[in-house]
Nanobody
Framework: QVQLVESGGGSVQPGGSLRLSCVAS????????IGWFRQAPGKEREGVAA???????KYADSVKGRFTISTDRAKNTAYLQMNRLKPEDTAVYFC???????????????WGQGTQVTVSS
């Protein structure tokens, strides 16, 4: 059974950091692109970061220099390190797996259930 499970969300003050994890089971991440997306209430799902099977990365302009996507393929796990968090980063964060390294949602085939990130003072 293919499954992606995110963890690491929580509440943090502006300027703080969080690291999200995405553990894959039922398949190997080796040959897939991995994306992190977020969705705030009343807003469309937004691509945040993506990484290819050869570790090429893409970032949304809003998070460049603050967020870092990485993988530990031996652990079948992807990460999103989020630093200097801002209130506008508040959203449910999802990981997804697919064939294309893109910040667009539709090409991704498998999705996790999401983890809440709240940035507030």
């Amino acid at each position: 059974q293919v499954q992606l499970v995110e963890s690491g969300g929580g509440s943090v003050q502006p300027g703080g950091s969080l690291r999200l994890s995405c553990v894959a089971s039922g398949f190997t991440l080796d040959y897939y692109a991995i994306g992190w997306f977020r969705q705030a209430p009343g807003k469309e799902r937004e691509g945040v970061a993506a990484i290819s099977g050869s570790d090429d990365t893409k970032y949304a302009d809003s998070v460049k220099g603050r967020f870092t996507i990485s993988t530990d393929r031996a652990k079948n796990t992807a990460y999103l390190q989020m630093n200097r968090l801002k209130p506008e980063d508040t959203a449910v964060y999802f990981c997804a797996v697919g064939a294309s390294t893109t910040l667009v949602a539709w090409p991704y085939d498998y999705w996790g259930q999401g983890t809440q990130v709240t940035v507030s003072s």
